[in-house]
Antibody, heavy 118, light 110 residues
Framework: QVQLQESGPGLVKPSETLSLTCTVS????????WSWIRQSAGKGLEWLGR???????NYNPSLKGRVALSLDTSKNQLSLRLISVTAADTAVYYC????????????WGKGTTVTVSS | QSVLTQPPSVSGAPGQRVTISCTGS?????????VHWYQQRPGKAPQLLMF???NRPSGVPDRFSGSKSGTSASLAITGLQAEDEADYYC??????????FGTGTKVTVL
C-alpha cells in the first residue's frame, strides 16, 4: 500500500524559504496528481497546490505566487517550496495523493511540523 | 481561508444520529463539483471518509452517509459511536481549479 512521508527542516526563519520533500513508497509519482495541504494549530485545512507528472499544476491564489511544487521521478519524491515565509506559515504540512481527475485526495502522509521563527 | 462553511461543533449521545452541513457557493458545490469528506482524529492526519457524496472507501462503516443539494452537502452519522469523536472536513473543487475545504466540525460523543 502506498505510503507518503514528509521531511524537511522543522524551523525556518522569517523571510526565508521553506522547502519540504515527500517520499512516495510502494507507488510511483508518475501515476497520480499530488497535493500539499497544511493545517495551522487548532485550525482547518488549507490546500496549497497540486502537480502531476505532465507538469500541470494549480496553486492556491491566496499564497500570491509564493509556492512552487515539483516532482523528482528518479527519487520518487515531490517537493514544496514556499518563499518569503512569515509566522502565518507555521503549520503541519501534509502531502497527499489524488487519483487523476478524482479531485479529492485518498492517501495522506503523516505530516511534518514547520515553525517559522527567528 | 476556508471557502466551505461547516458548523464548529455537533454532539450526540451514543447511538444517536448527527448531521454535519457544508455550505458552498455557485462556484464550487453549486457548479456541480462533488463533495468529499475527511475524518481527522486528534494528533493524526486526515483520512478520506467519503468521496463523491455517497461512496465510502474500504473499511468505512455504512453508518456514514452523504448527500448533496444545490450549493450544500451533508454528512450523517447514524448509530454514533465513541470512536466517531473527531474533526470532520468537507472538500470540493471550484471553477478556478482549486481545492476548497470546509471550516471543519468537531463531533463530540456525549
Amino acid at each position: 500500500q502506498v505510503q507518503l512521508q514528509e521531511s524537511g527542516p522543522g524551523l525556518v526563519k522569517p523571510s526565508e524559504t521553506l522547502s519540504l520533500t515527500c517520499t512516495v513508497s510502494a507507488g510511483s509519482v508518475t501515476t497520480y496528481y499530488w497535493s500539499w495541504i497544511r493545517q495551522s494549530a487548532g485550525k482547518g485545512l488549507e490546500w496549497l497546490g497540486r502537480i502531476s507528472i505532465s507538469g500541470h499544476s494549480n496553486y492556491n491564489p491566496s499564497l500570491k505566487g509564493r509556492v512552487a511544487l515539483s516532482l523528482d521521478t528518479s527519487k520518487n519524491q515531490l517537493s514544496l517550496r514556499l518563499i518569503s515565509v512569515t509566522a502565518a506559515d507555521t503549520a503541519v504540512y501534509y502531502c497527499a495523493r489524488e487519483i487523476f481527475g478524482a479531485l479529492y485526495v485518498d492517501v495522506w502522509g503523516k505530516g511534518t511540523t514547520v515553525t517559522v521563527s527567528s | 481561508q476556508s471557502v466551505l462553511t461547516q458548523p464548529p461543533s455537533v454532539s450526540g449521545a451514543p447511538g444517536q444520529r448527527v448531521t454535519i452541513s457544508c455550505t458552498g457557493s455557485s462556484s464550487n458545490i453549486g457548479a456541480g463539483y462533488d463533495v468529499h469528506w475527511y475524518q481527522q482524529r486528534p494528533g493524526k492526519a486526515p483520512q478520506l471518509l467519503m468521496f463523491g457524496e455517497h461512496n465510502r472507501p474500504s473499511g468505512v462503516p455504512d453508518r456514514f452517509s452523504g448527500s448533496k443539494s444545490g450549493t450544500s452537502a451533508s454528512l450523517a452519522i447514524t448509530g454514533l459511536q465513541a470512536e466517531d469523536e473527531a474533526d470532520y472536513y468537507c472538500q470540493s473543487y471550484d471553477s478556478s481549479n482549486n481545492y476548497v475545504f470546509g471550516t471543519g466540525t468537531k463531533v463530540t460523543v456525549l
